[in-house]
């Protein structure tokens, strides 16, 4: 049994042991939910409790809520929808948007990861695309978009708007009304629901992006056999998703940061100057990669990552950094500390003891390399 301190949440959020007693509970029947038996009957009813469960936090009737693999699916089916058509994104995206499609325009950001809403009027001027898509929280530095503003600014130019609210479900409000948005990607295991679920959300705009054919399943919006147990586990978390006890978060974070800056003067927290979510703080060393960070507070005992998990397992420079315009240098050292439901304040104590004797035993490179 892994018993590393888990600082990881915008990776994936441990399962809450109520998601995993109604997760496996419901593995061990045959639901097919589109089978006409007590037992598809079943499934089908489970399905559709999890999408009135998870519709209400995002304030969407729940039928305008097609269940999928998760939200790179969400994301890819949203973008291939308007392949051929000019598509805007923000440069901080997902790699699930910006590898999503071609020719894609990127919508510039600031130092601390904001959208440029200037940059972004004049590409709805010159270029006229047909949908943008903004994240609304970001993965790695937890910053906030504005995103009313930027649909509010793409609705005047014509364009439909996508928002990735994978890291916002849960922590801020997200409803898809507030925010005048057309979809939604929305992913079960970043609230502590089971892994390869997730969901799109369809707005006003009556328009159904569809990738998968061959099933009428979710309305033939999205073949394949529904995993009813893994929609259940993402009903359950989206049930027990507690925004209060997120904001909580903050005084861990808030004291983290100080604390990492008073041991180590030298690093740099990301998106400092903008609205974050509470649970979040990215900073770097420079001079010191990400890796041998990882690779040091690993032997401590303690998992965290340095921005986006990565299929391959290697440490790369963050895109998003280097997007809000820091250095390579900074970029390729950074480190991504994010909490959630089961993180205590002794466990940010914990990581603020193995991080000063890994400073200590380090810092001497920092300043040869400065
Ligand atoms: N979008 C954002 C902002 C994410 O953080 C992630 C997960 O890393 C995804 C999309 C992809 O989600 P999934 O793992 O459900 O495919």
New binding site residues.
Partial sequence: MNDALYLDY?ASAPMRPEVLDVVTNILAAPHNASSVHSYGREGRRIIEQARSDIAAIINVPPAQLIFNS???EA?NTVLHHFAGEKIAVCAAS?L?ILDAAEHLVHIPVDENGLTDLTALEEILKTEAPALVSI?LVN?ETGAIQPVTNISALAKRHGALVHC?A??AIGRIPVDINALGVDFI?L?A??IGGPQGV?ALALGLCGITPTMLRGGGQEKSARAGTENVAGIAGFGEAAKRADMDQYQSLQKMRDDLETQLSAISPEIIIHAKNAPRVAGTSMFSLPGISSETLLMALDLEGIALSNG??CSSGTVKASHVLLAMGASEDVASSALRLSMGWNTTPSDIEHFIESWSKIYERLKDRIKTHA
Wanted: proline share 0%; charged share 10%.
């Fill in positions: 915008n998760g939200a790179t994301n997902h699930s994240m993965n990735d994978v890291q990607s992913s295991h970043k997730g986006s998990a």
